[in-house]
């Protein structure tokens, strides 16, 4: 059996895996995609100390890096459920059944879907999630940002320096985002904001032309020419292999305290797929060393 197991392959876990590996201690690392949401990541620029990167080069450098160690590494390997006996149980997809004394989960998150005709058929055709990554395909062009929070302000601005013109869409009756963002975004010239407004239909032929919205008070429905539609409400911890085991918020995250340590003993959490207040590259490798610390600890005292 391993002393640690990590389960995930992004910023958290391969912090974890090198955390625990310098220890000394037998480790492995599952990743169904070695490196993570940064493989999707254009520029990196608060990862401190380091001024500028990119993605997939601070994926790479942590692969490299992970492999400086003797650490077994599974990538492209799906971890499908976990069980606490005598060892904790970890099966894979493809049946593989991996025991380690203790284990840390570090399977991140990923974009949330809106759920509506059109996401799917049109996703790639129009339909994208990441600003950063696809913004630059529709310059000139005019795009909606579904989500009034955060992210989809920091997306809406970001993207008015790129387009034509930004349609925001948000549920609620009012922008969740921060202050200085929506004075930002109120800011800027080519911005139509709709609020209290239920996105019910992405459009389009052999990709995106439109956008259908009910306004949730009057009825009142609206179609918007556009060519591109960014979805920005929110991530999704990707912990739903673990139905029925740990502990979890109301949203899916898991339950950790300061050490990293969740409701089962011997496994750790760490990152995005954790209830922590931020998800950031930095914070994950942060709680992924907290987890690998507290791991140690554990296993040292049992
Ligand atoms: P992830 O990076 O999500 O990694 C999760 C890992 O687990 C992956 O290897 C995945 O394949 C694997 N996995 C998932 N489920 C399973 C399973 N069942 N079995 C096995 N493996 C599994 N942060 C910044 O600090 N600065 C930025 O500029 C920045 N820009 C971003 C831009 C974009 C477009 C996105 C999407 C995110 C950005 N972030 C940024 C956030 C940052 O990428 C995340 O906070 C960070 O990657 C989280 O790390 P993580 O290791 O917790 O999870």
Not at 102 to 128: C, H, L, M
Not at 154 to 183: C, S
Request: aromatic share 6%; net charge negative; glycine share 10%.
């Amino acid at each position: 059996p391993y002393d640690v197991l990590v389960i995930g392959g992004g910023p958290a876990g391969s912090s974890a895996a090198i955390y625990s590996a310098r220890k000394g201690i037998r480790t492995g690392i599952v990743a169904e995609r070695f490196g993570g949401q940064i493989l999707d990541t254009l520029t990196i620029e608060n990862f401190i100390s380091v001024k500028s990167t990119e993605g997939p080069k601070l994926a790479q450098a942590l692969e490299e890096h992970v492999k400086e160690y003797n650490i077994d590494v599974m990538n492209l390997q799906l971890a499908k459920r976990l069980e606490k006996k005598e060892l904790i149980e970890v099966e894979l997809e493809n049946g593989a059944i991996l025991k380690s004394k203790a284990v840390i989960i570090s399977t991140g998150a990923r974009w949330r879907n809106i759920n509506v005709p059109g996401e799917q058929e049109f996703k790639n055709k129009g339909v994208a999630y990441c600003p950063h990554c696809d913004g630059p395909l529709f310059e000139g062009k005019d795009v909606a940002v579904i989500g009034g929070g955060n992210s989809g302000i920091e997306a809406a601005i970001d993207l008015a320096g790129i387009v034509n013109h930004v349609t925001v869409i948000e549920f609620g009756t009012e922008l969740r985002a921060d202050d200085v963002l929506q004075k930002r975004l109120y800011s800027l010239p080519n911005v139509t904001v709709y609020t209290n407004a239920q996105t019910t239909e992405i459009t389009g032929t052999d990709k995106v032309n439109g956008i259908t919205f009910v306004n949730r008070e009057t009825g009142e429905e609206q179609h918007v020419e556009l060519a591109g539609v960014f979805v920005q409400i929110g991530l999704v911890p990707n912990t739903d292999w673990l139905d029925g085991t740990l502990e979890r918020n109301k949203i899916g995250e898991i339950i950790v305290d300061k050490r990293g340590a969740t409701s089962i003993p011997g496994v750790f959490a760490a990152g995005d797929c954790t209830d922590s207040a931020f998800n950031q590259i930095i914070i994950s490798m942060g709680t992924g060393a907290t987890a690998a610390l507290s791991s140690f600890d554990y296993l040292i005292r049992n």
